[in-house]
Every structure is written in structure tokens, then in C-alpha cells.
């Protein structure tokens, strides 16, 4: 990777002092005695019994990572643009004068004067949502499924505004395959798209397409309201405030996570497997008292972040992409022993965890600078899979911000620089074509975004965005002006003194353009 780091011998690998200060032996220090008082206290409860019940896990201070939106968001973008293909088909497949690959990054035009809040996409998705910080929601491309929330079927190449969500206070939202979830500052789910596999909820169990969105249900508990939430292809995985971990969908590759894939024989006499759509969201009972803060969803495998910073991997093991040094299938949550995790991203097979590594047995560096650690099919296919996570080399001595992971390629913000790699990425979702490079083993800096504060990045399955702050730089990127929005509309410029119907409006674009 070009201007690579220099490497310090001693700083990244050891728990910092004082302990006072939250370093890893101050940490694990107050956690062990912390321990030990509830376990003293539970033996003296039991009358000093030595069979008394172990004490519960101590939660510590990791807690759920949030996106602070910029003062004047953009949203800036590289990789496909071809919606109805895109997934379908990779590099010049998916190219086209109208809707071409983006080898660099552009900036967006279509959103009007939203001060932006949220982005997501997926390693499945083909379609984007964007969210605005007054709760207004954008949806844009492919909608078979009925995932972008408009109620009809019908691909969008430009953000158009959710209605049916207006009032709702989303702040957040997650997207499959072909259905998408939103998140409301009340802990309310709501969810759109294709509902057969279940992963649209009870209410839209036995509907092919839940074109406008519905209620996904979490129980009567007043506790079991939503913090945090991650879609997978058919499947989702949601973590309520109490830092229980739910999940619900099609539970092929046992991604529900309680033990069993739910396989069964269509009809008596044959050998017609299928699986249960699971419908209503269940707690993840491995995962219970843990006080998770982080979730992720491939293709087909999950992952989940304890209060602790354990990492836990459960769904499809092939190429390794669990971590377990095997490609075993796991149908409940199994946990990772060589380092714990801040961030968690999962591709097609493929996982990346920004975390800390063991310094010694038990003890980890959790105060250090965090790295990358990946496992699956990380470099190209003609590379063996890393069995086990592995830290990523080239970004020792880089500060880790966020990192984003697309079906086959991640992406990270570190320090002022925007890196992303992979194989067979041949879409410009690296946005190294000023380079002339499409496709990078090897993590490469983003020409053009040094010195750009990014706020969020989301990797799609041939695109990566990124939530910017709006600065003479991202100014200066080339313009996007998708079908659908006119060429006389001005770049989006956010203002948060005008009210969030007015701008919603604007964000729209003018007769806006609708293609199958």
C-alpha cells in the first residue's frame, strides 16, 4: 500500500499505562476483582457453599457504536451503478454510457439540501438507503422485492422519499438481499421486501413482497426495544437495549443461531430439503447476559460482539469464514479466541473485525491502537483462505476508524485515508481507477479522499459510500447525477434551518425517472 506507515515495534502490541486511564491491565484488573467480589458475595449468600452459582458476567464499558452525522453531510461513492444487473454480473457487464461503473469516487446528486445522518447497504443488497438527521428516508435501486419501502415494484436509479416512513424518527436501517429494515429512535423495527423466508416478520410471513413497511414484533418485555440491528441475504439480527441479541428469517446454514439449521423433508418418502422461514424474532440464548454492542450479517454467517469484546461467529464455515480454523457449519454462536472486536463486517466469505490482539493469555491490548483482522477468502481465490483470523499487515501503525465490508471486497478509514482491497473486484467498488488498478489484493489508498472526514462507510455488492463532511475536496470530486435527476438541479448542499418536508422535496430530483 502506498505511503504505508512506519511501524513501531512496541506501542500497538502492549496494554498502555496508567491503569487509571482504561488501559488493558487496569481493565482486566477491575473486571477480575469485580468478579471475584460477586463470586465471594454469592458464596457468602449460599451459606459459603462451594457448589454456590457462578457470578454473572461483568459488562463492560464497550457500548453500541453510533454514527455521529457531519455538520454538512455528502455522500460519496465508487463502484456500479446498474442496479438490475448489478450482482447478476460484475466488471464491463455492467457497464454502460447511462449506467456506468464509477472507478473513482463521485459525489452524489439527488439528495437536495438533507442534512444526511445514516447510509446503508450490503454484501447482498443492490439497493441503498439513506437517512436524514430529521428522520427522513431515501430508498434507491432494486426493488423486486418490494425492499426499497414505495410501495410498488419499480427500480429506482435516483433516492426517492419514503412516505410511508415520514413521522416514523428512523435512524438507521440494514438491508438484504431483497428486503431492508429501519430502525427507530423509539427501538421500533419496521421492515419491506420480499417476506416468504421470513425475514420481513409475522406480518409479512406469508406475502411474496411487503411493498410499504410493517412492524417486525420483539415481544411485550419493555427491555426488548432495539439498539441495533444487521440484515443478511433472507435473515436478520437485531441487539435490543439490554444487549440481548435476537434474530428471525430463513434459517438455512442454522444463522438463527439456537442451535439447529431447522432442516426438514418437503414430503414423507423424499429426500426435498427445505428450511423453516422463522418468522418472529427469537433471542440468540448463547448469547444471553453477554451485553452485546455489535452485530453483523453476510451472505449466509453472522457475527456478534459481547460487552467484553468477544467475538462470536455462527452460520456457513465455508473458506474459513468463521474464524474456526475449520469450514464447519456452526449453528450457534462460537466464540473467537485470539482477539477481541470493536467493529465486525461480514462479506460474501469472507469477515473483518477491527479489534485488538492478545498480549498474553487472557489479556488482550484493548487500550492500544485497534487493527484488522480477517479470516475467510480474504486475498484472491487462488490464495488459501486464512483459516483463523489474521491481522491484516499492511495497516500495523494506522489509526482504525470504521471499517466496511462489501460481498467481496472491505473497506477502511484510517487515519485521514480512505483503503480498500480485493479480488475480483472488478466493478470500481475500490475506486482505484485513477491508479488504473480495478482489482487489489493488497490494501490501497482511495485517490482523491486524504484529508476527508468520513463519517460512515457501507459496502454494497459492487459499490462502496461513504458519509462524508461536505469541504472544498469532496466539492471538487466529479458530480453523479443519476437517471431520473435533472442536469439543471444543483449539487446537494445540506441546510438544517429548513424544514425536513422542504428538503425532502427538493431531495426527490424532478420527474424522476422509473425503469424496471
Given amino acids: 500500500m502506498s505511503s504505508r506507515r512506519s511501524r513501531s515495534n512496541a506501542p500497538e502490541e502492549v496494554a498502555p499505562e496508567p491503569p487509571a486511564t482504561g488501559g488493558a491491565q487496569g481493565f482486566y484488573a477491575k473486571m477480575k476483582a469485580a468478579s471475584a467480589a460477586a463470586a465471594a458475595a454469592a458464596a457468602a449468600a449460599d451459606g459459603g457453599s462451594a457448589s454456590a452459582a457462578p457470578a454473572a458476567p461483568v459488562v463492560t464499558a464497550l457500548s453500541i457504536p453510533t454514527v455521529k452525522p457531519p455538520q454538512r453531510g455528502a455522500l460519496v461513492f465508487f463502484g456500479a451503478t446498474n442496479y438490475a444487473e448489478m450482482g447478476k454480473k460484475v466488471g464491463a457487464a455492467l457497464d454502460s454510457d447511462e449506467l456506468p461503473n464509477l472507478q473513482s469516487p463521485h459525489r452524489l446528486v439527488g439528495l437536495g439540501r438533507v442534512r444526511l445522518a445514516f447510509v446503508a447497504t450490503g454484501s447482498n443488497s443492490a439497493h441503498v438507503v439513506?437517512?436524514?438527521?430529521?428522520?427522513?428516508v431515501f430508498t434507491w435501486g432494486r426493488n423486486d422485492g418490494g425492499q426499497l419501502g414505495l410501495g410498488d415494484l419499480t427500480l429506482r436509479h435516483a433516492p426517492e422519499r419514503v412516505v410511508a416512513?415520514?413521522?416514523k424518527g428512523v435512524h438507521a436501517a440494514a438491508t438484504g438481499k431483497a428486503h431492508t429494515l429501519f430502525l427507530t429512535g423509539e427501538g421500533e423495527v419496521l421492515a419491506c421486501g420480499a417476506g416468504k423466508q421470513g425475514a420481513c416478520g409475522p406480518a409479512a410471513k406469508n406475502k411474496e413482497q411487503a411493498t410499504a413497511p410493517v412492524v417486525v414484533p420483539f415481544g411485550a418485555e419493555p427491555h426488548a426495544k432495539v439498539a441495533a440491528i444487521a440484515a443478511g441475504a433472507n435473515f436478520n439480527l437485531a441487539i435490543d437495549k439490554a444487549g440481548e441479541v435476537w434474530s428471525w428469517g430463513w434459517s438455512e446454514f442454522g444463522v438463527i443461531g439456537n442451535g439447529t439449521d431447522h432442516e426438514y423433508n418437503m414430503a414423507e418418502g423424499t429426500v426435498k430439503l427445505s428450511y423453516q422461514a422463522c418468522a418472529a424474532p427469537e433471542r440468540v440464548k448463547r448469547l444471553a447476559g453477554l451485553g452485546c454492542v455489535h452485530v453483523a450479517c453476510g451472505h449466509q454467517h453472522c457475527a456478534a460482539i459481547g460487552g467484553d469484546g468477544t467475538v462470536f461467529t455462527w452460520g456457513a464455515g465455508g473458506y474459513g469464514r468463521l474464524g474456526h480454523k475449520d469450514q464447519a457449519d456452526v449453528h450457534e454462536p462460537k466464540p473467537l479466541v485470539d482477539c477481541r472486536g470493536a467493529q465486525v463486517g461480514c462479506g460474501a466469505v469472507h469477515?473483518?473485525?477491527?479489534?485488538?490482539?492478545?498480549?498474553?493469555?487472557?489479556?488482550?491490548?484493548m487500550g492500544a491502537k485497534p487493527q484488522l483482522f480477517c479470516c475467510g477468502r480474504v486475498k484472491s481465490a487462488m490464495q488459501n483462505s486464512w483459516m483463523y483470523p489474521k491481522?491484516?499487515?499492511e495497516l500495523r501503525g494506522w489509526n482504525l476508524h470504521h471499517v466496511g465490508v462489501g460481498a467481496v471486497h472491505t473497506a477502511v478509514h484510517a487515519d485521514d485515508c480512505t483503503i480498500t482491497w480485493g479480488s475480483g473486484a472488478a466493478s470500481g467498488q475500490l475506486g482505484l481507477g485513477e491508479s488504473g488498478k480495478k482489482s487489489s489484493a493488497n490494501p490501497a489508498k482511495v485517490p482523491g479522499l486524504d484529508g476527508v472526514a468520513v463519517a460512515q462507510i457501507a459496502c454494497g455488492v459492487a459499490a462502496t459510500f461513504l458519509l462524508v463532511e461536505l469541504g472544498p475536496q469532496v466539492e471538487a470530486l466529479p458530480l453523479y447525477r443519476p437517471p431520473g435527476v435533472?442536469?439543471?438541479?444543483?449539487?446537494?448542499?445540506?441546510?438544517?434551518?429548513e424544514p425536513a418536508a422542504k428538503k425532502s422535496k427538493k431531495g426527490a430530483g424532478k420527474a424522476a425517472k422509473k425503469t424496471k
Fill in 165 to 167: 416512513l415520514d413521522g
Fill in 391 to 393: 491481522t491484516e499487515d
Fill in 486 to 497: 435533472a442536469e439543471d438541479q444543483e449539487p446537494d448542499e445540506p441546510d438544517d434551518d
Fill in 130 to 136: 439513506a437517512v436524514g438527521s430529521n428522520g427522513e
Fill in 351 to 365: 469477515t473483518a473485525i477491527m479489534g485488538f490482539p492478545a498480549v498474553r493469555t487472557g489479556v488482550f491490548a
